[in-house]
């Protein structure tokens, strides 16, 4: 049975001040409810992942419960996929599952999405990824899938995952690499009014959230082994997203196309082009794709776990890296 939200002293605004928060949309009651249509897009990686990260085996402490952590839980579709797995292992009494984000209406509707399932020993908690207040090693595993490239933060948010994982833990997370949905919103948006931006190519879109390139698998495999994770494995992985139609595609990439015009267009483009976004996209993919026809996206994203080594000792802890005024890592620890 799910808790209610537990909430932390700052208030959303004081966290999105203290963090540089990437845009509005996460402030929003409804958020939950949009970026939940978007799991046909993101959740299809997460059991991989978790199979990856040999959370289809888990092996359980003496005489405690498994404590895990999914970190940038939104909407709960990781969080759907350990429980498929707690259950085929029958651990749904043995593991404690803390879901932690920063948004209070991604949170909500896990919390109702908790209540619904049944899922037993799950948890909702806000947290700042970059700096959450849990304490050290608190946790057996950690899991962040599709978050980390757009924490503003991301440096200091993966020295918290390392910090609140027991010696001898998994950390497991997933990037974006290839946002191939995102072109053709670039083609469809040529023909909006004033020919307003976007993102010309798909490492343009994931680079203009993530703090360092993520979407590069030698990054990824860099800054795992930088914050002192051994056993690194990274992988990229391909799936082809099925969509009915062309109005199926605009509902499953709703809330990121919210989030590149909030980030991309001026406040008197969003009031003449907003309006005519949808049914622009909609007639775009129905030229390219049939009327009524069913289709597939591809999207690849990067798969990566590591371990905190079993002797903490060993891993030198190098803290969190100095940033400049825009929030970007410094690179004066390298």
């Avoid at 092996?59 to 419960?65: A, D, E, K, S, T």
Wanted: aromatic fraction near 8%.
């Amino acid at each position: 049975m799910a808790t209610q939200t537990e909430t932390q002293t700052a208030t959303i605004p004081e966290l999105a001040s203290q963090t540089r928060f990437a845009g509005p949309l996460w402030l929003r009651e409804e958020v939950g409810a949009l970026y939940a249509k978007g799991e046909v897009h993101t959740g299809p990686f997460s059991m991989p992942l978790l199979r990856m990260a040999n959370f289809d085996k888990l092996h359980l402490p003496p005489n405690r419960n498994l404590r895990m952590l999914d970190l940038c839980c939104g909407s709960g579709v990781t969080t759907h996929e350990l429980q498929v797995l707690l259950q085929k292992q029958r651990l749904e009494d043995k593991v404690d599952l803390t879901c932690g984000d920063f948004s209070t209406g991604q949170l909500e509707y896990l919390d109702k999405r908790i209540q619904k399932m049944g899922w037993k020993n799950t948890y909702t908690q806000q947290m700042n990824a970059e700096k959450n207040g849990l304490p050290d090693q608190a946790f057996d595993h950690v899991v962040c899938a599709q978050g980390l490239m757009i924490i503003p933060d991301s440096q200091a948010a993966l020295q918290e995952c390392y910090r609140v994982i027991k010696p001898g833990g998994t950390f497991a997370l997933s990037v974006w690499h290839t946002e191939n949905w995102s072109l053709d919103v670039r083609d469809a948006v040529t023909h909006l009014p004033g020919l307003p931006a976007w993102p010309e190519t798909s490492v343009e879109l994931t680079n203009s959230w993530a703090q360092g390139p993520w979407e590069n698998t030698h990054y990824v495999r860099s800054m795992l082994h930088r914050r002192g994770f051994v056993d690194v494995d990274v992988q990229t992985k391909s799936i082809q997203i099925p969509l009915k139609d062309a109005e199926d595609f605009y509902e499953v990439y709703d809330a990121f196309i919210e989030w590149v015009t909030d980030r991309y267009w001026t406040e008197e483009e969003k009031k003449a082009c907003k309006p005519l976004l949808r049914e622009t996209v909609v007639r775009h993919m129905e030229n390219k794709y049939g009327r009524g026809k069913p289709f597939a996206i591809e999207k690849v994203c990067i798969l990566a776990t590591a371990k905190r080594p079993e002797a903490s000792g060993n891993a030198l802890d190098l803290g969190t890296p100095e940033m400049d005024d825009k929030g970007h890592d410094s690179g004066k620890e390298f």
